[in-house]
T-cell receptor, first 109, second 114 residues
Framework: RKEVEQDPGPFNVPEGATVAFNCTYS??????FFWYRQDCRKEPKLLMS???SGNEDGRFTAQLNRASQYISLLIRDSKLSDSATYLC??????????FGKGTKLSVKP | GAGVSQSPSNKVTEKGKDVELRCDPI?????LYWYRQSLGQGLEFLIY????????KSGLPSDRFSAERTGGSVSTLTIQRTQQEDSAVYLC????????????FGDGTRLSIL
């Protein structure tokens, strides 16, 4: 089983739509979780950390379910500029980041 | 500069040559990480430094890969006798320390082995 698994997509949605991405991780001892965003041929950029109680940053909401080892990201009112690949990330024991392969989102006018 | 700086941005070299990639982390960041991203693949962790020390080199793909960091700042990743499968984007990230701190990535070095 891969350490971090995501649906690769692509998700093609119209502007204004709500879209949700899911991710599962294999190591139950993992403590830190993140969503990163990667634009084509660019470096990954931190979108948000994911906390046990769930957290929100504007149009973005992240949730963590430790019992199911499941992480989600909800994007409301999608914008064209949200088009990117969204990477589910778990922090490893060395502090390194363990990345999923990413879910590609394309927001259309 | 304020961010993580990597050089060169692009490197094209012939199979069998040695290459050296450089990473200059954000000032004051003690933790430094190397990753690589092959075409169509996820990011793969290679090695990390806490200060000048790399406690675990097991993530390096082969013994042709080595890395060092001096003065708690600049790090170099060296690939000897390059092979075509080494072609990838090599990304460096730094964070304030090794704990639950955001990692900031450089733009990467796009390495192409002919």
């Amino acid at each position: 089983r891969k350490e971090v698994e995501q649906d690769p997509g692509p998700f093609n949605v119209p502007e204004g739509a709500t879209v949700a991405f899911n991710c599962t991780y294999s190591n139950s001892a993992s403590q830190s979780f993140f969503w990163y965003r990667q634009d084509c041929r660019k470096e990954p950029k931190l979108l948000m950390s994911v906390y046990s109680s769930g957290n929100e940053d504007g149009r973005f909401t992240a949730q963590l379910n430790r019992a199911s080892q499941y992480i989600s990201l909800l994007i409301r009112d999608s914008k064209l500029s949200d088009s990117a690949t969204y990477l589910c990330v778990v922090q490893g024991s060395q502090g390194n980041l363990i990345f999923g392969k990413g879910t590609k989102l394309s927001v259309k006018p | 500069g304020a961010g993580v700086s990597q050089s060169p941005s692009n490197k094209v070299t012939e199979k069998g040559k040695d290459v050296e990639l450089r990473c200059d982390p954000i000032s004051g960041h003690t933790a430094l990480y190397w990753y690589r991203q092959s075409l169509g693949q996820g990011l793969e962790f290679l090695i990390y430094f806490q200060g000048n020390s790399a406690p675990d080199k097991s993530g390096l793909p082969s013994d042709r890969f080595s890395a060092e960091r001096t003065g708690g700042s600049v790090s170099t990743l060296t690939i000897q006798r390059t092979q075509q499968e080494d072609s990838a984007v090599y990304l460096c990230a730094s964070s304030y320390d090794r704990g639950n701190q955001p990692q900031h990535f450089g733009d990467g070095t796009r390495l192409s082995i002919l």
